[in-house]
């Protein structure tokens, strides 16, 4: 069954640790994203990547790190230089067709719940 | 960076009414893209549009694509309370790396 998982779906972390979010697709899909969603406030970018070894940052990324080892994987660590890390993270991956070309359809994994205690 | 500005933000409508979503680049986008998410959910691809002028339709739901490209519309007719959910527009950035940026969301609520 195709898909793209995260885990886990609830994490608590204390205050001054580092996290890491598993994020899993095996859709055979290049791009990656992680994005960040707050009430009011939509989803915003944190990283994302369009091919294995390679990343950019998104929007917020400071606070974030990245990696991309493997096309399936892309995890994302929430570090204690974040001042605000409690948020729904989603992760999404998509088609690499740059340029819009194609349906880049992004699919969206069920997302991790991170409360910082 | 490239931003998406979603109008309005919440929106309530009597079950059998109309709602309708706009989304606004000051850029011209490659394409759009429009997203449902529900209560407690994750968002889900609903369509995307490519053509200046492009219009789709889902069964009560009509997709706009403006003519300059650079804004669209989601319409829904006669609301029905499974509609409930917060809508997202979607744009991806023209340059060399793929890079999807998402609208605020407009929340509906359907009262039944």
């Known amino acids: 069954d195709g898909g793209i998982t995260q885990s886990p779906k609830y994490l608590f972390r204390k205050e001054g640790q580092n996290v890491t979010l598993s994020c899993e697709q095996n859709?055979?899909?290049?791009?990656m994203y992680w994005y960040r969603q707050d009430p009011g406030q939509g989803l915003r970018l944190i990283y994302y990547?369009?091919?294995?070894?390679?990343?950019q940052k998104g929007d917020i990324a400071e606070g974030y790190s990245v990696s991309r080892e493997k096309k399936e994987s892309f995890p994302l660590t929430v570090t204690s230089a974040q001042k605000n890390p409690t948020a729904f993270y989603l992760c999404?991956?998509?088609?690499?067709?740059?340029?819009?070309?194609?349906?880049?359809?992004?699919?969206f994994g069920q997302g991790t719940r991170l409360t910082v205690v | 960076g490239q931003q998406v500005m979603q109008i309005p933000q919440y929106q309530h409508v009597q079950e059998g009414e109309d709602f309708t979503t706009y989304c606004n680049s000051s850029?011209?986008?490659?394409?759009i893209q429009w997203y449902k998410q529900r209560p407690g959910g994750h968002p889900v691809f609903l369509i995307q549009l490519v053509k200046s002028g492009e219009v789709k339709k889902q069964k009560r739901l009509t997709f706009q694509f403006g003519e300059a490209k650079k804004n669209s519309s989601l319409h829904i007719t006669a609301t029905q309370t499974t509609d409930v959910g917060t809508y997202f527009c979607a744009a991806m950035n023209s340059g060399g790396y793929q890079k999807v940026t998402f609208g605020i969301g407009t929340k509906l609520q359907v009262i039944p």
């Open positions: 990547s369009q091919i294995v070894n390679d990343f």
């Open positions: 999404a991956s998509s088609i690499s067709a740059g340029g819009g070309r194609g349906n880049t359809e992004a699919f």
């Open positions: 859709l055979n899909h290049d791009a």
């Open positions: 850029t011209t986008l490659s394409n």
